[in-house]
């Protein structure tokens, strides 16, 4: 068990890392866009044996997203370099791909479901970083609306 989980950690690293390639990123943030990647990969499997995919894709995106922008203030960077790497392990693409195969294949019922599930985790994964970039501007502006009643 332990053995597959230190797997799914460092393949989602270097998927997320690969694709900061691919995307054109800075070198000296692969690393950095890889951790965020393996780190929402980590909280998606932890969840989706607790719970549903959809929700375990909400909290892990979410979590890739205040991680995101944390790194990019960090770093001095911009967000999207940490948060579209570290999407990527939870884009359900093998899923979006099932259901056209069984769309070709005439196995309608199974393509509505699985094409149905497809939908609903991608929409997780907007929610999630929409959210992420709300609870980044409260926790930013709560200090000025403090400071500004005083």
């Known amino acids: 068990m332990m053995l597959h989980f230190?797997?799914?950690a460092l393949t989602s690293f270097v998927a997320s890392a690969a694709f900061g390639i691919i995307f054109n990123a800075p070198r000296r943030m692969l690393l950095h866009g890889g951790f965020v990647?393996?780190?929402g990969w980590i909280i998606y499997v932890v969840l989706e044996y607790a719970a549903?995919?959809?929700?375990?894709t909400l909290a892990a995106t979410?979590?890739?997203?205040?991680?995101s922008q944390l790194f990019s203030r960090m770093f001095r960077s911009p967000v999207i370099i940490f948060s579209v790497a570290g999407i990527i392990?939870?884009?359900p693409g093998g899923l979006a791909y099932n259901a056209m195969r069984s769309f070709v294949q005439n196995d309608y019922n199974a393509a509505v479901e699985l094409a149905a599930k497809a939908l609903m985790l991608s929409g997780a994964i907007?929610?999630?970083l929409v959210l992420s970039e709300v609870l980044n501007q409260m926790i930013?502006?709560?200090p000025q609306l403090f400071r500004s009643k005083t």
């Open 37 to 39: 990647g393996m780190i």
């Open 140 to 142: 930013r502006r709560t």
């Open 52 to 56: 549903d995919a959809v929700p375990a």
């Open 6 to 8: 230190i797997e799914q």
């Open 62 to 67: 979410i979590a890739v997203g205040v991680i």
């Open 89 to 91: 392990p939870l884009v």
């Open 126 to 128: 907007a929610v999630g």
